[in-house]
């Protein structure tokens, strides 16, 4: 896919990925073999129709190809651009053997794009109208998800989320360069369509209680509240001035917006050296955003590079930007300078041993091989955890041992009108995983209030 060049990159947070031509796209569905079983499908959580949308882009019916897809996923535009489509569809693509599976994401993605450049929007027929009032928490992927699906079968929706805009980490945690908020805005409009209420700067468990909101007539609740607590290294100098974690310095980003300071006036304080600490995709899009804020970006990872398990698209994009990396590497202690600002971080080197149960050799600290990297800044961006308030909104509920919600195969939690899905319950993983699960909790939802 065609890309804005290096230099501009830099100088911008504008997308990176320029999209398919109509064209382009065209010329890439004709690719398709069009298999009589097709395993792309199997590769799909959400089972999307891809033999047939694909074929419907080869035959230029484009709005032919988005009503397919949208048929299954509420959220094309999203996922187009953030699905890990070369580990789950396109991997299967029968085309791997003899060279490159054809693009579905980017194509996923073009005529998403190409549905909203055209100003299309779905009128929906529903089937009945239900009376029963449903409460969404958080409008994350999973909320809007359930939101979407449980308004499609008539129910009354309304979206509940604490922050000042929704979108949940679609929002505050991918940068604009990745999934430009103009996007997001547009699909969030498109689920609204339906007649569901988002009410923002409401927090459930302090604004109103659930059980005050179940007096308001909410037969059923839904938690998509997402992994949004951060996980430290558990190191000396973890508490200095510009230590970050990687939610916080995307919030402030993304969502506070302070790469546009004095125009925002939330500014973000970074030095000329920042270490970025890990390797997924999280830890890309600090490194990518650092950049864009003129330091210059290391990426300190305890494995090595094959290793690394941010998309490959990712990390093409940063290497060619001008991110540099430090592997085998762990941090052993951030020191600072007179004024407790960050100075530098201590390092270990490490070697790779026997594999663990991801596939990946494990990283072990070598003694005495300690080493410094002089930094002005540190983010840390090792993945998150469970939201430590769930028990403010909901008391009564259980908890697994890492504080993620307990639901059983039904996405119902202990509490019976209570149901959950996306990271609050499986813990940090994809959009197309929390799509999945919501969709899952729809069907279970729905006849536990046709058995109310």
Known sequence: MRKISKAERLNTFKE?????????????????????????????????DIKGFVGSIARRKFKEAIEKIREKNPLPAICGRVCPQENLCQERCVLNKKGEPIKIGYLERFVADWERENNLRKNFNFIEKREEKIAVIGSGPAGLSFSFEMAKKGFKVTLFEALHK???????????FRLPKDVLDKEIEYIKNLGIEVITDFFVGKTKTIEELKKEGFKLFFLGLGAGSPKFLGIEGENLNQVYSANEFLVRVNLMKSYLFPQYHTPVKIGRKVGVIGAG??????????????????????RGELEMPARKEEIENAKEEGVEFIFLATPKK?????????????????????????????????????????????IIAIGTQANPLIKEIIPDIDLTDKGFVKVNEYFQTSVSYIFAGGDIVSGNATVINAIYQAKKAVFFAQRFLNNV
Do not use: H, W
Not at 32 to 44: A, E, K, M, N
Not at 281 to 302: E, P, Q
């Open 334 to 378: 951030i020191i600072s300078d007179r004024e407790g600002n960050v100075k530098g971080m201590v390092c270990l080197r490490n070697e790779l041993k026997e594999e663990d149960e991801t596939g990946r050799r494990v990283p072990f600290p070598v003694e005495g091989s300690d080493f410094l990297v002089d930094l002005d800044t540190v």
């Open 166 to 176: 929704a979108g949940g980490v679609l929002r505050y945690g991918i940068p604009e």
């Open 281 to 302: 995709n999280v830890a890309f899009d600090c490194a990518r955003v650092a950049l864009r804020l003129k330091s210059k970006v290391f990426i300190i990872y305890r």
């Open 16 to 48: 990176v990925s320029l999209g398919f031509s109509q064209d382009e796209a065209v010329e890439e569905a004709k690719r398709c073999l069009q298999c009589r079983d097709p395993s792309c499908i199997r590769g799909c959580p959400l089972e999307i």
